[in-house]
């Protein structure tokens, strides 16, 4: 077990033109469980690859249980990699898989090694399929193969690489509570990497998210959908997304009011909301954000309210999803008891306590 500490971590690829890493700091606790998350091609592999060791740093440093392991070797490392696609070896069975890479990384007798790998495969479920070849299994069982030959090394740290996005729906949740309690058992720091924020929030003891190469933010899942540092977090955590609406403040004496900026939406603030969260706003351009499920419907007219034109009607079971056009895709997340179609005005409202305001520029928080 062990801690890991990434410092200004760098990765420039073809001389520099791609900065697949910039500058990531980050601290995972021994034995936590972090999931990273990010859209495709923000950086998650190469972060992970080189934490592995199969990637070299441009710049920054890695530590591991207290070591600096930039310059170690990648077979010096004690971690062990779990990828998207299995990378079993096709020609040794299950046995010899979850074996070589315990002869590789340890210093075992035989009847030890085959001891370790028996039990992990109970452990795993797979035992009856020891004598198997990788193209005699199922996705669902590489991957727990896959997962074997990891955690057989107990290795300091785990490393997961996507690793469930190649099973079905069903699979991948039964997967994810299954790796979840084995984390939990063997107490192994894990990073675990995912482009799908449902996986990481309801995974990862702490999340972290990156865009661009860059940390966005990192905090406990429920932190970060409450409190996102910004307007891309914002927009990619949570399903269906936060809403967003571009707002000029204006001011009329103490007060302050959200206009619209394509006009039909007008919302005051209270004095007593802007001082308790010790806000004092320029008048420009923002962004409002506000999530589906925290908006309601109001009756025609009230304030602080946006009145538009209903698209489409997503029945959802226990919902509808309401979405509307108001210049951006807008939804609301409403009772099923609600009797609206495709063609309905509908006038809808929220609490000033569920908005968030990013500026329009940094797109950073303001609240
Ligand atoms: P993710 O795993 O989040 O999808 P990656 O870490 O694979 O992202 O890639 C980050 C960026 O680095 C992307 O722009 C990708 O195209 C680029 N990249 C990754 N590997 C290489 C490579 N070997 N050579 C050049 N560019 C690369
Ligand atoms: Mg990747």
Same mark, same amino acid.
Do not use: H
């Given at each position: 077990m062990a801690r890991v500490r990434v410092d200004s971590l760098r990765k420039e690829y073809d001389v520099g033109t791609v $900065?697949? $890493?910039?500058d990531l700091d980050l601290e995972i606790e021994d034995g936590e469980f972090v999931t990273v998350v990010g859209p495709s091609g923000c950086g998650k592999t190469t972060t992970l690859r080189m934490l592995a060791g199969l990637e070299e740093p441009t710049d920054g440093r890695i530590e591991i249980g207290g070591e600096d392991v930039t310059d170690v070797h990648a077979k010096n490392r004690d971690v062990a990699m779990v990828f998207q696609n299995y990378a079993l070896y096709p020609h040794k069975t299950v046995f010899e898989n979850m074996e070589f890479g315990l002869r590789m990384s340890t210093d075992l007798e035989e009847k030890e090694r085959r001891q370790r790998v028996v039990e992990t495969a109970e452990m795993m479920d797979i035992e009856e399929l020891l004598e198997d070849r990788p193209d005699e299994l199922s996705g669902g069982q590489k991957q727990r193969v896959a997962l074997g030959r990891a955690i057989v090394r107990e290795p300091d740290v785990f490393l997961f690489d996507e690793p469930l996005s190649n099973l079905d729906a069903k699979l991948r949740t039964s997967m994810r509570a299954e790796i979840q309690r084995l984390q939990d058992e063997l107490g192994i720091t894990s990073v675990y990497v995912t482009h799908d924020q449902h996986e990481a929030m309801t995974m990862g003891d702490r999340i972290v998210i990156l865009n661009d190469g860059k940390l966005q933010q990192q905090g406990e899942p429920t932190e970060v959908y409450e409190n996102p540092a910004n307007e891309f977090v914002a927009g990619f955590i949570g399903s269906p997304s936060m809403n967003f609406i571009d707002v000029d403040v204006e001011r009329t004496g103490d007060s302050l009011r959200l206009v619209g900026a394509e006009g039909g939406f007008a919302f005051d603030l209270s004095t007593s909301f802007l001082a308790d969260r010790g806000v004092d706003l320029e008048s420009s351009r923002y962004t409002l954000g506000i999530r589906p499920e925290k908006v309601s419907i109001a009756d025609a007219g009230a304030d602080n309210s946006l009145t538009a034109t209903i698209d489409v009607v997503e029945p959802v079971g226990s919902d509808n999803y309401l979405h509307l056009d108001l210049g951006a895709e807008f939804i609301a997340r409403v009772g099923t008891d609600v009797d609206l179609e495709p063609g309905d005005q509908v006038t809808l409202t929220f609490d000033e306590a569920d908005i968030h305001l990013f500026d329009a520029e940094t797109g950073r928080n303001v609240f």
């Open positions: $900065v697949a $890493v910039d």
